[in-house]
């Protein structure tokens, strides 16, 4: 978790953006830490990763 949260942090391609996001999500509630890092995703301007952020925080959350 803290090697995707890095590499989400430090991505400017949309779609590593979108993949480590997606990773994120798979760890569910165990990717608790990442949360800071993915919500600014909910605003990116690539609309694939906002929808992904935006479901990878539902998974973390316990909402999907």
């Known amino acids: 978790i803290p090697a995707l ?4 942090e430090a ?4 779609r590593v ?3 480590a996001a ?3 999500g798979k760890y569910a509630h165990d ?7 993915l919500q600014p995703l ?5 609309p694939v990763v906002r929808s992904t952020a ?11």
């Open 5 to 8: 949260t890095e590499c989400l």
């Open 11 to 14: 991505a400017t391609n949309s």
């Open 17 to 19: 953006r979108q993949a």
């Open 22 to 24: 997606d990773a994120l």
């Open 31 to 37: 990717a608790v830490s990442a949360v800071p890092s």
């Open 42 to 46: 909910a605003y990116d301007k690539d």
């Open 54 to 64: 935006e479901r990878a925080l539902r998974k973390i959350n316990g909402r999907d």
